[in-house]
């Protein structure tokens, strides 16, 4: 069986949590040696085997970015025919994978890893070319043979986004992680590495993690982090802000906090895996405000790493974060407009204040808490048993 993966993101150009998921899955069907998997993603050429990449097309370089990404989709589609079957990822690709679809008569599996109707701040980003994604999205889910959803949560909200789709045609298979490269690493070295950034590794702190985007919440976290007891550091591994808008918002936000406390640690770079491991190695507890996450890969990585976790109760997160055994889960009550906004944002800002302080208040509990996080996501989230579960899909829409 040959199956094409379509994705915007792979190695070395991975910026979230779908190329990460893309790039495991990818190898866990590889390892199986038993189906031929080709690769088709975005950007200059790649030097692995059963890669294509493919780059913008220069006829649409002054164009929309929207256009652009379908000019790639089109050059992607035609060398799909001859697939068994074709599984695209984000609504970047979705469209060369419903192409690929019309042209060659295979199958065409979406995974939903975010949708574009439950991110509608994303209209400052792209302004017209949010409704030229909108479409696209759409237009793919609603003709795919099969939808794979990362969490139940996930799962819910595509049934109502996408109202006309046959739920029997959304599967549900979650996110995964790699526990011997996402694993605590407390050598003299991590130290090292923590300190050359900044950190003091024998203090107590708060770690995020994530893109400056509306839906990880950072804006919340930075003021919840204000009412924190003043030895506890906050490390913020921070960047590619969507928008000029929320990057001047946070970095605001970044200067006040700065002004009232020490120890707050702003890394704008995108790290090597390594120092990433290193910092959630040395932390007492990871934070995840989001208020929009299908599932949440980076809380995975942080309880691969032995760190407990503070997380919004929202999407796909508590079906990964156990309250009370492996982290805290702030609970939220959302605005029903498709942007997950707080309804009280003050009373989430306090929530999310008083979850963090209770978890960094009793370094031993936060210590066994990271323990049985990292014993659910070795026994419940290999990408040994997605990738099997990910076939079983493939297997249903091509009839057996």
Known sequence: ?????????????????????????????????????????????????????????????????ALQTLGVDVAMAGDCVGADLVHSHTWYANMAGHLASLLGGMPHVVTAHSLEPMR?????????????????????????????????????????????????????????????????????????????????????????VGRITRQKGLPYLLRACAQLPPDVQLVLCAGAPDTPEIKAEVEGLMNDLSAQREGVVWIPDMLPRNEVVALLSHGTVFACPSVYEPLGIVNLEAMACELAVVA?????????????????????????????????????????????????????RARRFGKAGRARAVDSFSWASIGDRTLEVYRAVLGG
């Not at 199956?3 to 866990?28: F, M, N, Q, T, W």
């Not at 690769?39 to 692995?48: A, H, I, T």
């Not at 009370?324 to 498709?338: A, C, K, N, R, S």
């Open 312 to 364: 919004t109760a929202t999407g796909g997160i508590p079906e990964v974060v156990v309250d009370g055994e492996t982290g805290w889960l702030v609970p939220i009550e959302q605005v029903q407009d498709g942007t997950g906004t707080p309804v009280d944002p003050d009373r989430f800002v306090a929530d999310l204040a008083a979850a963090l302080t209770d978890a960094v208040s009793d370094v031993d």
């Open 120 to 208: 509608p701040w994303k209209a400052e980003q792209l302004g017209g070319g949010y409704r030229v994604s909108s479409w696209a999205e759409r237009t793919a889910y609603e003709s795919a043979a099969g939808v794979v959803a990362v969490s139940a949560g996930m799962r819910d909200d595509i049934l109502r986004s996408y109202p006309s789709l046959e739920p029997s045609r959304v599967h549900v298979v979650h996110n995964g992680i790699d526990a011997q490269l996402w694993q605590a690493d407390r050598s003299p070295e991590a130290a090292d590495v923590v300190r050359k950034h900044g950190v003091d590794p024998d203090r107590r702190s708060v770690v995020f």
């Open 1 to 65: 069986m040959r199956v094409d993966i379509l994705s915007k993101e792979y190695p070395p150009a991975i910026y979230g949590g779908a190329g990460v998921h893309v790039a495991e899955l990818v190898r866990a069907l590889r390892a199986r040696g038993d189906i031929d998997v080709q690769v088709r993603c975005f950007g200059p050429p790649r030097d692995e085997p059963g890669t294509t990449a493919y780059a913008d097309l220069a006829e649409l370089s002054g164009g929309n970015a």
